[in-house]
Antibody, heavy 121, light 114 residues
Framework: QVQLQESGPGLVKPSETLSLTCTVS????????WSWIRQPPGKGLEWIGY???????NYNPSLKSRVTISVDTSNNQFSLKLSSVTAADTAVYYC???????????????WGQGTLVTVSS | DIVMTQSPDSLAVSLGERATINCKSS????????????LAWYQQKPGQPPKLLIY???TRVSGVPDRFSGSGSGTDFTLTISSLQAEDVAVYYC??????????FGQGTKLEIK
């Protein structure tokens, strides 16, 4: 059974860069698309972007200028960087895996538990 | 952008009764070449990540109780819980994955026991 676990700082200062890593266990990172999704406290879900194990990426247009997602296949990990953060970026950040191998269709059967990142000075 | 709008925002239903949640997309999510609706439903309980219940509008994920069903096509979709159980209290989200990249989610419907 595939498991995902987010890790990274829970507090980031305004204007700095948020950095998170998702570690995949119970399966290979190869042959799937891997996404980041966030949820502000008490609000709905927003897809941030995905990466294919080859390194190919696609981002939410609303965040594209500030987002970078990268992959480390040797360690079965992928990472998120979000620059120039503000209080509006405070959210629970989830990593998730796509449903079908080699397909960018964004159905998410596997999710990490999520990590709360607060943007505050 | 495709906007997903759910109704109602919150719902209280008695145990054993039917619960119905609606989801409307601002444009069709039916892909004509394969006749599939690119629509999923998720359940989220407090402190947990969302759980995929249904995809392709009506395909139930293995292990999801058959009291959960999805229906609809084009722009109008429904999640039905035929006989509400206490463990079904949650927030439910619809998601379209028609538009690439990423798709979009509805605002959520909070389901409670009456």
């Amino acid at each position: 059974q595939v498991q995902l676990q987010e890790s990274g700082p829970g507090l980031v200062k305004p204007s700095e860069t948020l950095s998170l890593t998702c570690t995949v266990s119970g399966g290979s990172i190869n042959n799937y698309y891997w996404s980041w999704i966030r949820q502000p406290p008490g609000k709905g879900l927003e897809w941030i972007g995905y990466i294919y194990y080859t390194g190919s990426t696609n981002y939410n247009p609303s965040l594209k200028s500030r987002v970078t997602i990268s992959v480390d296949t040797s360690n079965n990990q992928f990472s998120l960087k979000l620059s120039s953060v503000t209080a509006a970026d405070t959210a629970v950040y989830y990593c998730a895996r796509g449903f079908y191998p080699n397909s960018y269709i964004t159905i998410f059967p596997y999710w990490g538990q999520g990590t709360l990142v607060t943007v505050s000075s | 952008d495709i906007v997903m709008t759910q109704s109602p925002d919150s719902l209280a239903v008695s145990l054993g009764e039917r619960a119905t949640i609606n989801c409307k997309s601002s444009q069709s999510v039916l892909f004509s070449s394969n006749n599939k609706n690119y629509l999923a439903w998720y359940q989220q309980k407090p402190g947990q990540p969302p759980k995929l219940l249904i995809y392709w509008a009506s395909t139930r994920v293995s292990g999801v109780p058959d009291r959960f069903s999805g229906s609809g096509s084009g722009t109008d979709f429904t999640l039905t819980i035929s006989s509400l159980q206490a463990e079904d209290v949650a927030v439910y989200y619809c998601q379209q994955y028609y538009s690439n990249p990423g798709g979009s989610f509805g605002q959520g419907t909070k389901l409670e026991i009456k």
